[in-house]
């Protein structure tokens, strides 16, 4: 092969390179924009999601028993607070389930906390009747909704009555 050959290629060869390392940029910058547009996208559906889902709600109907207790600082009451008091973050998740049922990735945005966390949390509020999940079935896109209980000790806390 003549010099003047192998020149031309190394050039050809240095081309393809500079083009690659510009192709492998424009993939980078498209996929971040894919990632930006597939959550907006998933912010939009769950907020349609959702309103249709209050749309069609009875709340009246998830709530087995009407919740009527009064404060009186009894055992119950007093664990209650104490499990909402050692967490700022189940208080501000009730808190954000007081106008709108929600999931998780929703609340987790508004309180600054993973999904997973709220999860968690949402999980220990259920156990303690406070919260209720309106379509347990779901594994995904499951919607929670403060229960009046929820609602009853939310008040103690934030108006510290106890």
Same mark, same amino acid.
């Given at each position: 092969?003549r ?5 031309k290629?190394?050039?050809?060869n240095?081309?393809?390179n ?14 971040? /924009? @894919? ?12 907020d #349609?999601? !959702? =309103?249709? *889902?209050? $749309? ?37 998740i ?6 709108t049922p /929600? @999931?998780p990735?929703i ?9 997973? #966390?709220? !999860? =968690?949390? *949402?999980? $220990? ?14 594994k ?23």
């Amino acid at each position: 092969m003549r010099t003047q050959d192998i020149e031309k290629l190394l050039n050809d060869n240095k081309k393809l390179n500079e083009e690659n390392k510009e192709l492998k940029k424009e993939n980078t910058e498209l996929k971040v /924009k @894919i990632k930006e547009l597939n959550y907006n996208l998933n912010s939009i559906q769950e907020d #349609h999601i !959702s =309103k249709e *889902l209050d $749309s069609k709600i009875d709340y009246e109907t998830f709530d087995e028993v009407k919740f009527t207790h009064k404060f009186n600082g009894n055992k119950e009451d007093m664990s209650i607070i104490s499990f909402l008091a050692r967490s700022n973050k189940r208080v501000d998740i009730l808190k954000s389930l007081e106008e709108t049922p /929600k @999931i998780p990735s929703i609340i987790a945005k508004e309180i600054g906390d993973s999904s997973h #966390h709220v !999860s =968690k949390y *949402l999980t $220990s509020l259920k156990e303690k009747e406070l919260v209720i999940c309106l379509n347990e079935e779901d594994k995904r896109f499951r919607f929670y909704r403060i229960t009046a209980k929820g609602k009853h000790y939310l008040e103690i806390i934030e108006n510290k009555k106890y």
